[in-house]
């Protein structure tokens, strides 16, 4: 079983994933890291654009079931939309979602002041807040969209904390 985790980049996602997910003892992995060992190699920049959505899509599905042979419950955090330059955003497609055998989702979101800030940690100078407001709510619409074409429940928390996102989880049947 998969269940996906979403939000826009430095939401906190996989900083709070990686904690809540051993506390459940269930498998988390990004959607980046599993892209890169499918391909054997990473075709996005720091400023997070990525080239080449539809090979990386198919090498992530591929990846997750390779997985899911095993029978384990898979925690995979990613995205809804991705950038593919300043201001260029595209949905990933329905099927993606519906190959992943997504059983629930959890969208993860934050002011985007707060993003803007962790964005700039990570010495990433390419977002204004427009565009991570933008990004943001294509975020939130895909989602939605996903999760009512696919049936799926969708939990969506704010700054959320470990313990809340254990429970999310939990419930989602983790």
Known sequence: MTLFVGGVHA???TFVLKQACEGLG??????SQLIKEQRGL????????VSDVDENQRALVTAVRRLEEGGE??????HFV?????????????????????RGVILMEAPSATIAD???????????QSEIDAFAQKELLHAQTVCTVLS???????LPSEFEVRDALAKLGA
């Not at 962790?118 to 204004?128: C, K, P, S, Y």
Request: net charge positive.
């Open 11 to 13: 939401v906190g996602k």
């Open 26 to 31: 269930v498998r988390h992995a990004t959607a």
């Open 42 to 49: 990473a075709n996005w920049t720091a400023s997070r654009q």
């Open 82 to 102: 991705l950038r593919r330059g300043v201001n260029i955003h595209e949905k990933i497609g329905m099927e993606t979602f519906a190959q992943l055998m997504v």
């Open 152 to 158: 799926l429940p969708l939990m969506r928390l704010c």
């Open 73 to 78: 419950t898979l925690v995979l955090d990613g």
């Open 118 to 128: 962790r964005l700039l940690q990570r010495g990433d100078t390419t977002w204004e």
